[in-house]
């Protein structure tokens, strides 16, 4: 970390906070200050090295031990004390580890916040050594919103010179620590040992979670590394595609945690090459069908396989459409206004790599002639302002100073998706009658407990109307299979197509069903049968081939995820052979996600839909299998 004049004059003031609480601290009693303090050093021990930012989309971050210990000092000894506490811990785990400056550095962060948390509690109307519930709500938020601003920010902004990233639920969880610590210590200062094992084992357990989740990404990582050395002309590929798009990124100002995700959107977006032959990727002439089929499926298996992580997922799209064109002619002939914003990053990126690289086809162009050429196919290959501030920031120009008014507002609200869309009515309380019914029995008991008679009937009445609506939800799954199972009984494939269709379309008040034949590779399919005007078949397409190997026996989407207008939700019904050979599905369009009654029985009828809708294999098929076997 390099230091700056602001990290000198930080370390400055954490010495003076460290001198005035020193001098509170006299002639007052020093046993919840030595508990509280041994607490803190030990929180600080035991949790890893602080890091300012991890760069990497592993969600969360790390909930702190010794941040709670730090707000519990406030609460308990007051800000000067409070802040001795905090910063005296963080400095002498530091210097264990690291150098003097550094850990001088972090302590000074750690002082000043709870310093400045201790007088926004005392502002806000607590009181030090006194904390109430619910009565101290205001103050308690307040000290944990000061907290999380200083700490964060100090470190963040001054040593490592990124936009402050407030991290709310992991500080959440601190706050509520730190309030069960003080209440503990106020009572008796001996009982916060009874707590502290148990937040570590919370934070220890937290921590592997991020753990695992950085290793699935390095290991995604690895094959990446993998793909690139498979041929010369592409060796750090994905590499240097990550450090213009990151470049690209920071330069447009866009939030942090969309850095990040565009960052390792790019560092995986070849992860599909791995099916590729590296002859095919060596090739110097042109491709013949069957080479250049496999090239054209890489993209929609490198957006499948990111699709299966949760780090991932929500980024697996643009690197699916890596390979569109502005203009619409593209690998799948993706037009403009259905590509992410994110793709276009990628695509610029992924394109001027490409042109200064030597290939086995051709030398690698200089820089000024593969930026004249990214220039020269504005509006047609590339986004316009995607590329023009692509240009600038190559050249070391502000990027915004290359775009007009509209293209700046448009970048400034870009930003890349940091989680997957929300189904409409995924959160309806009628979709979950057994919590209701939980709900209501926890409330009984609570009122009996209290005393509370009305408590009790409020309680009893939710209740029972959750074991009402758990009846009425098995009893109208019940009716609805017997019809499925009806549409089932006989008639060729089509007439049991358009029976079903109707069926779900009554019960999901939907207004398109498709029948999808699905290919061997499993990267693609086609529309065999469809009721009513649904997406293009190219965007279903790109849907199903990144949901196809789920494992989940109903896919959802909302109508955004299609890029299609409306509060619309897709669903797809997986079919499957005997042998749980997917070869097809059926799509269906819906206002809503699918009420429970429907999922209950769609997935008791999904073997019998299979069998009554999966195309039969050919009988040369079958008679290679009986050979092989």
Request: with cysteine; net charge negative.
């Amino acid at each position: 970390m390099r230091f700056p004049l602001l990290a000198y004059l930080t370390v400055a003031c954490g010495c003076v906070v460290a001198v005035g609480g020193a001098f509170a601290a006299v002639h007052r009693p020093l046993t919840a200050l030595a508990l509280l303090g041994a607490a803190a050093l030990a929180a600080e021990l035991i949790e890893e090295p602080e890091s300012a930012r991890v760069r990497e989309p592993v969600g969360p971050g790390v909930f702190r031990v010794a941040s709670g210990v730090d707000i519990a000092a406030v609460i308990v000894l007051g800000p000067w004390r409070g802040a001795l506490v905090a910063g005296a811990a963080a400095l002498l785990a530091r210097l264990v580890r690291g150098s003097w400056r550094h850990a001088a550095f972090q302590a000074s962060a750690f002082a000043l916040a709870a310093l400045g948390a201790g007088y926004a509690f005392t502002i806000a109307g607590g009181h030090t050594g006194r904390l109430l519930l619910p009565d101290d709500i205001v103050p308690l938020t307040a000290l944990a919103i000061v907290y999380l601003l200083i700490s964060r920010g100090v470190l963040q902004l001054i040593g490592a010179g990124e936009a402050l990233d407030p991290e709310f639920a992991a500080a959440a969880a601190e706050t509520d620590l730190g309030a069960v610590l003080a209440i503990l210590a106020l009572g008796h200062p001996w009982d916060v040992l009874a707590v502290i094992p148990v937040a570590l084992a919370v934070n220890r357990a937290h921590g592997r979670v991020r753990h695992s989740r950085q290793e699935t990404l390095h290991a995604l990582e690895t094959f990446a590394n993998i793909v690139d050395e498979r041929d010369p002309s592409t060796y750090r590929h994905s590499i240097r595609v990550a450090q213009y798009v990151d470049e690209l990124a920071r330069a447009l100002g866009l939030p942090y945690a969309d850095i990040d995700r565009l960052r390792w959107a790019a560092r995986l977006h070849d992860l599909g090459k791995v099916a590729v032959d590296a002859s095919v990727l060596r090739k110097p002439g042109k491709l013949n069908p069957t080479e250049w089929g496999t090239m054209w499926r890489a993209p929609r298996l490198s957006g499948r396989l990111l699709r299966r992580f949760e780090l991932s997922a929500a980024e697996s799209r643009a690197v699916e459409l890596h390979h569109e064109r502005f203009d619409g002619r593209g690998y799948y002939g993706i037009p403009p206004e259905e590509l992410p914003l994110a793709s276009h990053f990628l695509i610029v990126a992924d394109s001027y790599d490409a042109m200064r690289s030597d290939r086995a086809y051709r030398p690698g162009l200089t820089e000024e002639a593969a930026l004249a050429e990214i220039a020269r196919n504005v509006g047609t290959q590339f986004h316009p302002a995607v590329a023009k501030a692509f240009i600038a920031v190559q050249r070391g120009l502000d990027p915004y100073s290359a775009l007009s008014a509209e293209e700046q507002e448009e970048l400034r609200g870009s930003a890349a998706p940091t989680k997957l869309p929300v189904l409409p009515g995924a959160f309806d309380v009628r979709e979950q009658p057994e919590l209701a019914a939980l709900g209501g029995l926890i409330a009984a008991l609570a009122g009996v407990g209290l005393g509370a008679n009305w408590l009790i009937a409020a309680g009893s009445v939710l209740l029972c109307g959750g074991l009402v609506l758990r009846a009425t939800v098995r009893l109208r799954s019940a009716r609805l299979r017997s019809k499925i199972s009806a549409t089932l009984a006989d008639g060729t494939r089509d007439q049991v197509f358009e029976r079903l269709a109707s069926v779900l379309e009554h019960a999901l008040d939907g207004d398109w069903a498709a029948l999808v034949s699905w290919e061997e590779d499993g990267l693609g399919g086609r529309l065999e049968a469809e009721r009513g005007q649904g997406p293009p078949e190219r965007t279903l397409m790109s849907w199903l081939v990144r949901e196809a190997e789920s494992r989940e026996e109903l896919l959802a989407a909302t109508a955004d995820e299609l890029s299609t207008p409306g509060d619309h939700v897709y669903v797809a019904l997986p079919l499957r052979r005997e042998n749980s050979a997917l070869v097809g599905f059926v799509a269906l369009r819906a206002g809503r996600l699918l009420p429970r009654y429907v999922r209950a029985a769609l997935a008791a009828s999904l073997d019998g839909i299979g069998l009554a809708l999966a195309d039969r294999p050919a009988a040369g098929d079958e008679q290679a299998g009986r050979l092989a076997s």
